[in-house]
């Protein structure tokens, strides 16, 4: 895997790292982004070998060039979130990635007594691939319907859906979206102007394309209240805020359930389990994470329901 790492962008300056790393034969590791965490940790491994100090290490120039160097050698397209998740960690913190034209990333530090668990419910792939990239793509189809629609206009144009509150999106922007559309007749309207989504889009497949949006404009909305909320829980302790937290954590799987076409009846029976767990099991929420490449829930509670959690799991 070729990954061009440098200590330093200074043109002028002495340049360290490595352009090369060969590998006889490459692990297979099963979980969340194995792939990912497998060539972020060979990064890591590799950067740290020029002495380098560990705490000068950018993750998200790392997660670039970890996401370049499978482009360009293998072919392969790595998610930068996963590589910015597969980078760096903070012990007792969450990582918070705020997409734009430059990603940024913070730390949020996690209340004490809060449990947040990933678990890995062992059922591997929980949508194909097709429905996962639909998933993906659609709200970005969506988006240039938008954007042609305020062109003629003469409105300002916006550069995603997280600039959207669902106000605006209720108020009148969702009626630029089609409810439905294929492939083939969203591609005869956008391929030459926006080639770099147009690669994704399957001509044969329809399109939900208004639900996918108001996902994505939605799912905006629940990350920075889920964000409130937990910071708040660490600064009170109260664990109200932790109940809101959760909720927004099942609105979200629900959404990804209606939506995104997103689903498994496994997996829906464990959040099920929680959910109707009680307030006294301290399990507040679940969402199944990304767009089910795996079967990986996120779990949020107090740590009083660790040892539920661990029985609703052992029978699932």
């Known amino acids: 895997i070729m990954i061009g790492l440098r200590r330093s962008h200074q043109l002028n300056t002495p340049k360290f790292g490595f352009s090369l790393v060969i590998w006889s034969r490459l692990p297979n590791p099963l979980g969340y982004a194995g792939r990912t965490a497998f060539a972020s940790a060979v990064s890591m491994a590799f950067k740290a070998s020029t002495g380098l100090d560990k705490k000068r290490v950018d993750g998200i120039r790392l997660a670039r060039a970890v996401v370049q160097g ?36 913070q730390w949020i530090p996690v209340g004490e007594n809060a449990l947040v668990a990933a678990v890995d419910l062992g059922f591997g792939e929980i949508a194909d691939y097709d429905t996962r990239i639909a998933a993906a793509t659609g709200p970005a189809m969506g988006m240039a319907h938008l954007n042609a629609g305020l062109k003629k206009e003469k409105k300002e144009l916006y550069g995603g859906w997280g600039q959207i509150t669902p106000g605006e999106f209720e108020g009148g922007l969702r009626a630029h979206v089609p409810t439905k559309e ?7 309207k ?62 979200s799987h629900r959404s ?23 307030k006294d099991s301290s399990l507040y929420g679940a969402r199944l994470t990304g767009t089910g490449r795996d079967s990986v829930v996120t779990v949020l509670g107090h740590s009083d329901g660790e040892s539920h959690l661990r029985e609703i799991f052992a029978d699932a």
């Open 190 to 251: 956008f391929s030459k102007s926006l080639p770099e989504i147009a690669v994704h889009v399957d001509p044969n497949r329809p399109y939900r394309l208004r639900a996918l949006a108001e996902h994505a404009v939605r799912e905006s909305g629940r990350v920075n209240r889920f964000l409130e909320q937990f910071n708040e829980y660490t600064r009170t302790k109260r664990d109200d805020h932790l109940m809101e937290g959760g909720k927004v954590l099942f609105s």
């Open 182 to 188: 294929t492939g083939a007749e969203w591609l005869a």
């Open 70 to 105: 499978h482009q360009e050698v293998l072919g392969e397209y790595l998610r930068t979130s996963d590589a910015l998740t597969c980078s760096l960690g903070e012990y007792q913190c969450g990582m918070y990635i705020q997409h734009g034209v430059d990603p940024i990333m």
């Open 256 to 278: 990804l359930k209606e939506k995104c076409s997103i689903r498994d009846d496994r997996v829906e029976d464990f959040i099920s389990r929680i959910q109707n767990s009680g």
